[in-house]
C-alpha cells in the first residue's frame, strides 16, 4: 500500500492553519482570577466587555483578570445570569484585541473546532476537536432560553470553561462551559450577544411576570370533547397578587389557562417557559381559558419580575 507523497504537506498544512488560528485569536482570550486554584477563562466579546462562565466564579466578589502575557488588571462586574450561564465584566481602556464574533449557525456535525483558554500565567492553551452535536434551540435546567444545543468533541480542562469555541475562519461562534459529567457545551454567540445587551444596560436579564400562583391540573374529557380542547392539560389559577398584571387583565381565582399567545399550554412549566423570554416583558398578549365550564379570552399585558 502506497501513501500519496502529498499527505504530509497536507498535514503540515493543517497544522500551520490551526497555530494561525490560535495565533489569531489569542490576544481577546484572558484568564478570569476568582481566586480558586483553576481559573476560568474569559473573552474580550466587545471593546471593553469581557464575558466569562457564570458557574465558574462561584460567589466571587473580587475578580481580575490577566491578559495574554501575563499582565493582571482589575474588572468591574455589570452583570450575572445563572439561567444562561454568562457573566459579563467591564474592563477599562482594553489594549488587547476584539474577538471577531461569528455565526453559530454556520455549524454543522463533523466541522473541526478550537476550544481555547489561558493561563493564570498569561500563556495561551488550545483543544482540537469536532462538533458531535448541533441542533436546535433548548432550555437550560436554570430555565435560560440557549438559542442552538452545540456539543464539540473537545476536553474542557481546568481553565477552559468560559474560553471560546473558535470555528475554521478563526471567528468565535460561542462560550464554552461544562455539561454533564463534565461534557463540553457551547452557548452560542447569539445567545451571548442577547444576555450581553440586557446586562450592559440594565445588569440583570428581564422576566416576564404575571402575578399569579399556578398548579397543574387535568381537564374533564367530557368538558375537553364540549369545548373541543386538545390535551387534557391546563394551569389552574391558586392565587393572584394585588394589582398584578394577570388581575388587572381580569384573571380570576380558579380560572384554569390553556393557551399562551395563541399557544396551547398543558402544565407550569410551559407558562414559565414563556414568562422566561425577555421579549413577552411589556407586551399585551393574548389567553384563552376556562371558567366556570366555558371558553373565555382575554388579553393580559406582561410585567418585569421585580427583582
Not at 262 to 268: F, M
Request: charged letters at 15%; proline letters at 4%.
Amino acid at each position: 500500500m502506497s501513501i500519496s507523497s502529498n499527505a504530509p504537506n497536507l498535514l503540515l498544512s493543517l497544522s500551520q492553519s490551526l497555530a494561525d488560528t490560535v495565533e489569531r485569536v489569542e490576544g481577546a482570550v484572558v484568564s478570569v482570577n476568582v481566586g480558586r486554584r483553576f481559573s476560568p477563562s474569559g473573552i474580550h466579546w466587545r471593546n471593553g466587555i469581557i464575558v466569562t462562565s457564570d458557574e465558574s466564579l462561584h460567589n466571587s466578589e473580587e475578580v481580575t483578570v490577566t491578559l495574554n502575557g501575563g499582565k493582571t488588571v482589575p474588572v468591574k462586574l455589570l452583570g450575572r445570569d445563572a439561567s444562561t450561564d454568562v457573566a459579563v465584566f467591564q474592563i477599562d481602556s482594553p489594549d488587547i484585541p476584539v474577538a471577531n464574533i461569528g455565526d453559530a449557525a454556520t455549524l454543522k456535525v463533523g466541522h473541526l473546532v478550537l476550544g481555547m483558554a489561558l493561563s493564570r500565567e498569561g500563556n495561551i492553551k488550545a483543544v482540537m476537536g469536532n462538533i458531535s452535536v448541533c441542533s436546535g434551540a433548548w432550555k437550560s435546567m436554570s430555565g435560560g432560553n440557549i438559542d442552538q444545543f452545540i456539543c464539540p468533541d473537545i476536553t474542557l480542562y481546568p481553565g477552559f470553561a468560559g474560553g471560546p469555541l473558535v470555528d475554521a475562519n478563526g471567528d468565535v461562534v460561542g462560550m464554552n462551559t461544562s455539561g454533564r459529567r463534565a461534557t463540553a457545551l457551547t452557548i452560542p454567540s447569539k445567545t451571548v450577544n442577547r444576555v450581553v445587551d440586557q446586562l450592559v444596560v440594565k445588569g440583570r436579564i428581564a422576566r416576564g411576570y404575571l402575578g399569579v400562583g399556578m398548579q397543574p391540573v387535568r381537564l374533564p374529557q367530557n368538558l375537553q370533547t364540549a369545548l373541543n380542547i386538545t390535551g387534557d392539560g391546563g394551569v389552574i389559577v391558586v392565587n393572584i397578587e394585588n394589582n398584578a398584571p394577570a388581575e388587572q387583565a381580569g384573571i380570576l381565582l380558579g380560572d384554569i389557562l390553556i393557551t399562551f399567545n395563541d399557544a396551547r399550554v398543558k402544565d407550569t412549566n410551559d407558562v414559565l417557559a414563556y414568562l422566561n423570554q425577555s421579549q413577552y416583558v411589556n407586551q399585551t398578549i393574548s389567553v384563552q381559558l376556562v371558567r366556570g365550564g366555558e371558553l373565555v379570552n382575554l388579553t393580559v399585558t406582561i410585567g418585569e419580575r421585580p427583582f
